[in-house]
């Protein structure tokens, strides 16, 4: 079992971590966590970290969740009340509930910078390969324009183009730029590419594990974990598989390999994350902790691996290209030794 559905008990709504950075949510729980631990009232605690911290929405709520509590509002109320991500919500709720708030503030902060992390090699794997298809795309058709145009003086007294350079390079290197950047402007499109690149789709993976384990842990029944997830990852192809999910376990389907794959085995979730899962029997959190970190593990090695063996060699490209468009003056240079030493 994963535990019962409770439609009308539900984890929160939203997207993501909206405007809040992942690792300033990590930072600031781990503080509120000692704070408490050390004997300091929840409200002293959150004036204390408000006033350390930059302007921004973070501060901005951190203070109105204190003139919440200030005014005799029950912490579960005041935090449902603030914009900070429903996963945190939650789990805020829930260790209140326990009566071990600290222990849910480090949980938190674990999740968190875990997030964080995930997010920052994501990016490394979209952003490194732009840049690089910008700068050479650029380069190279300045190289083009600048040889089309510019006339250099020959020792005769004469002037001679350096001719045309073949445009098909710039231009494919224009379309393969050009595509890279909309993928990553266009949701939808970077969205379908981070579940098929393996490097991108690990780190998905990853993520979602942990937020379902972290949820499941804390308390927060399956179902329910699940629909939080779901309204997190609104727009996404996650989300899509998400209401499937739902929709299984309302059948009245239990198991979880069943609840994640259904007819066809069609799920963006691998074979061997549904076996990491089950290999903790009725212990749905530690399962889904362990997924996620052999997933996060994966993930972090594929990036190591291209950040440090594929773009070395992407570099090389780089330079073939530029060394094949600025050809015409290499070979404008050798007859110029030439006639030199003819001379």
Same mark, same amino acid.
């Given at each position: 079992?994963?535990?019962? !559905? %409770? ?8 997207? /993501? #971590? $909206?405007?809040?950075? +992942?690792?300033?949510? *990590? ?119 600048? !040889? %089309? ?8 007294? /004469? #002037? $001679?183009?350096?001719? +045309?350079?073949?445009? *098909? ?132 090695? $594929? ?6 063996? *594929? ?33």
């Amino acid at each position: 079992m994963v535990g019962g !559905f %409770r439609a009308n008990d539900a984890c929160g709504t939203g997207k /993501g #971590f $909206g405007h809040m950075k +992942a690792d300033e949510l *990590a930072f600031l729980n781990r503080q509120l966590a000692g704070m408490l631990r050390d004997g300091v009232p929840l409200e002293g605690a959150l004036r204390g970290a408000s006033r350390e911290m930059a302007s921004g929405s973070l501060q901005t709520e951190l203070g109105k969740l204190e003139l919440d509590l200030a005014a005799g509002i029950p912490l579960a109320d005041a935090i449902e009340r603030r914009a900070f991500p429903p996963v945190y919500r939650k789990m805020v709720r829930v260790g209140a509930a326990s009566g071990d708030l600290p222990g849910a503030l480090l949980a938190a902060a674990d999740y968190f910078e875990s997030a964080a992390e995930l997010s920052r090699r994501a990016q490394a794997v979209m952003v490194y390969p732009a840049c690089l298809l910008v700068v050479v795309t650029v380069v190279s058709w300045i190289a083009g324009w600048v !040889f %089309r145009t510019v006339k250099l003086t020959d020792f005769d007294g /004469g #002037f $001679g183009r350096l001719g +045309a350079v073949p445009w *098909a390079m710039p231009a494919l290197l224009g379309v393969v730029a050009l595509a890279w950047t909309t993928i990553q402007i266009v949701p939808a499109w970077r969205h379908w590419i981070a579940w098929r690149l393996p490097v991108l789709r690990d780190a998905r993976v990853a993520r979602a594990a942990n937020t379902l384990s972290v949820l499941v842990t804390q308390g927060c029944p399956f179902p329910e974990a699940v629909g939080l997830l779901g309204e997190m990852e609104r727009g996404t192809p996650l989300a899509e598989e998400l209401e499937e999910w739902q929709l299984r376990m309302a059948s009245g389907t239990t198991q979880f390999s069943a609840i994640v794959a259904g007819p066809g085995d069609t799920s963006l979730f691998p074979p061997l994350f549904r076996w990491l899962v089950a290999q903790a029997g009725s212990r749905l959190g530690e399962g889904l902790a362990a997924a996620g970190q052999f997933y996060a593990n994966r993930s972090r090695h $594929g990036t190591e691996m291209l950040l440090h063996g *594929a773009m070395p060699l992407a570099l090389v490209f780089v330079g073939l290209v530029m060394v094949a468009q600025f050809m015409p003056l290499l070979a404008w240079m050798g007859g110029l030794v030439d006639q030199i030493g003819a001379d």
